[in-house]
């Protein structure tokens, strides 16, 4: 059996945790998030904790046990706390700014890269080149994280780009490094 699966989800103090048919829908402080489950997970709300099973141990209901917690678990962490992504600019040059509610990049283009913020997506901005992603979706918040990245990523020769804060970039050695 699954052993993530198998855990149960406890629900914090000021989440509320609704189910409608396969239609899970969590409300919390910072946001409200719904997810259509699989209809052959059974999922149960009793005294401020979740539970999932699974009908029967076919492969797909075994892989689908795991993932349901793991999205349920996700939405909870997400309207509690929030998620988010650093990302570093690094390169000669390169700046990043807040204007209103844009995030405007000079990454070495002729022209600014002009990133706008979502209504469930919040970007901050620490110095020159540092970028926060912060959100309530977890899925959301890796995405438009890799949208930002996707615009100039880190190339491995100077390390000049866009690159994740905890990411660490392979170095090569140029022409010269052969002799």
Do not use: C, W
Not at 76 to 85: D, P, R, Y
Not at 151 to 166: F, H, L, Q, T, V
Request: no cysteine.
């Amino acid at each position: 059996m699954s052993r993530i699966g198998r855990k149960p989800i406890n629900i914090p103090a000021g989440v509320e945790v609704k189910l409608d048919n396969s239609v899970i829908t969590v409300k919390g402080a910072k946001a409200t998030l719904t997810q259509k489950i699989h209809p052959n997970m059974k999922i149960e709300i009793k005294d401020n904790e979740i539970n999932v099973t699974r009908p029967n141990d076919e492969k797909e209901n075994r892989a689908l046990h795991g993932l349901t917690r793991s999205l349920i678990a996700n939405m909870i962490e997400g309207v509690t706390n929030g998620f988010k992504k650093e990302l570093e600019v690094n390169g000669v040059g390169y700046r990043v700014q807040k204007q209103g509610k844009n995030l405007v990049m000079n990454l070495g283009f002729s022209h600014q890269v002009i990133v706008s913020e979502t209504d469930d997506i919040k970007i901050e901005v620490q110095g020159t080149n540092k970028i926060t992603i912060l959100g309530a979706d977890k899925q959301k918040v890796g995405q438009f994280a890799a949208e930002v990245r996707e615009k100039r990523p880190p190339e491995p020769y100077k390390g000049k780009g866009i690159k994740y804060a905890d990411e660490v970039i392979r170095r090569k050695e140029g022409k010269t490094g052969k002799k």
